[in-house]
């Protein structure tokens, strides 16, 4: 292992500095997938100087392999029916495209927002998951802990879907889902969606993070400069995304400098 890092770190001593071609050394040297292995173990000066010689697309190649390296166990995303279907549907995409196995189940008011909100049909957003459950469903697989989940997102989550989990009143497979990862101490992400807020609203909030659940409405970050909803989306999810070790190139990090 120091022995491979000693050699990626020996070949960039050779790339000249403030080149910002790719270098013809690292072509041919260890695949992205190694460098993103030993990445953590390195120094973060050299790390970032190794960084600068990666194109976009070697580093999406390698945050892919790096997810899939890691061998995620499925993350379970909910869309409810509050506002913001968007939010669900990239957060899909985004497991797709990172080699995040994901389980979905969308309930119906989930699909009736689907469709008010985008041109997106019910067999579309499937699609974009590795499989679905019917909500109904509470003896589906992801309904029992012996299930292997790296956590939930319920992405936008409603008020009343907010209200079962803090009551853990398992109705249905989206709440008896996130009351299984609760339990299991699994990461559980609610992007909860409505405004404005009554006290009842903030108290179900603080009980369901009393419970562990991470409350994440979803706002905006105006520090980086979004230029369209899908900027806004793209960040939220890719925040959300942090939450579950999930390695993504989502999100304009900030770095200090105004
Ligand atoms: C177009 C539309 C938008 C809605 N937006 C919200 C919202 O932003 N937040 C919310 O809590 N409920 C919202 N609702 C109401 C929920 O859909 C409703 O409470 C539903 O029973 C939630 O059920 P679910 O959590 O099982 O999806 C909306 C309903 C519709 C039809």
């Known amino acids: 292992m120091r022995f491979l890092c ?104 989930g699909v009736r927002a689907l469709h008010l909100e985008t041109d997106l049909s019910l067999d579309d957003v499937k699609a974009l998951a590795t499989q679905t459950y019917p909500n109904k469903d509470v003896g589906a697989a992801v309904a029992s802990g012996s299930f292997k989940a790296l956590g939930m997102i319920i992405a936008p989550c409603s008020i009343k879907t907010l209200s079962g989990i803090a009551g853990s009143f398992s109705h249905n497979l989206m709440i008896r889902a996130a009351d299984v990862c609760l339990k299991e101490h699994r990461p559980v992400v609610l992007m909860v969606r409505e405004t404005p807020l009554h006290k009842g609203h903030l108290s179900l ?20 400069k979004p230029k369209s909803i899908d900027d806004m989306v793209r960040h939220t999810v890719g925040r959300a995304l942090d939450l579950f070790g999930i390695e993504h190139e989502r999100v304009k990090r900030w770095t200090g400098e105004a």
Not at 207 to 224: E, K, N, R, T, V
Request: some cysteine.
């Open 6 to 109: 000693d050699e990626m770190l020996g070949g960039l001593a050779r790339i000249p500095q403030n080149s910002h071609k790719r270098p013809e050394s690292y072509m041919t040297g260890p695949p992205p997938m190694l460098l993103a292995r030993f990445s953590y173990q390195m120094h973060d000066e050299a790390f970032a100087s190794l960084r600068r010689h990666w194109t976009h697309t070697d580093e999406r190649a390698m945050i892919r392999a790096m997810n899939t390296e890691t061998n995620h166990p499925p993350l379970i995303v909910g869309i409810t029916g509050a506002s913001g279907a968007a939010l669900g549907v990239e957060t899909l995409r985004a497991c797709r495209d990172l080699g995040v196995p994901a389980h979905l189940i969308i309930t119906e008011t």
């Open 205 to 224: 909030m603080s009980s369901a993070a009393d419970l562990g659940c991470h409350i994440m409405p979803p706002m905006p970050a105006f520090y980086a």
